[in-house]
């Protein structure tokens, strides 16, 4: 199945970003509303796949600082397919911003998964939303798809 790639400014798309990160953050993960929109949206980079039928299927951000986050992913769309071209695209406006090093926010379980990966630890693990967690870098480089089913 062929996806829709669109880099969306948030003013413009924040109603179908908003939809699809609700439906997967608050209401299948039941995370609250205040943790999932913040500041960093209006000014971060967003990226939003959709299906034939112009469905949003997939988003994901890019902040200025280089952490990439906000993955939300329907249900039925959480293939490796999916996935691989979401991060293609946040990539690839962390290369043409010339962002040197990228973040993920990982759960703590899979700290050791994302050093095999060349990710290295970046502060102490803090709790967010209720879950421990741990900010990893790795260079934009050489940035490996990272442990999805742990990030947020």
């Not at 946040?90 to 379980?109: G, T, W």
Request: with cysteine.
């Amino acid at each position: 199945m062929a996806f829709h790639v669109e880099h969306i400014d948030w003013q413009l798309g924040q109603e179908r970003l908003r939809e699809l990160r609700e439906s997967v953050f608050i209401i299948e993960w039941q995370l609250p509303r205040d943790t999932e929109f913040d500041e960093h949206d209006e000014h971060a980079f967003h990226v939003l796949l959709s299906d034939e039928n112009q469905r949003p299927v997939a988003t994901g951000r890019l902040t200025r600082d280089g952490q990439i986050g906000r993955i939300a992913v329907s249900p039925r769309h959480r293939t490796k397919v999916v996935y691989q071209q979401l991060f293609a695209a946040l990539i690839a406006i962390a290369k043409a911003q010339n962002v040197p090093e990228l973040q993920v926010i990982c759960d703590l379980d899979s700290v050791k998964y994302h050093r095999q990966l060349g990710f290295a630890p970046r502060g102490p693990a803090f709790m967010e939303a209720g879950i421990p967690r741990q900010r990893m870098v790795c260079d934009s480089q050489s940035f490996p798809l990272p442990d999805v089913l742990h990030m947020h």
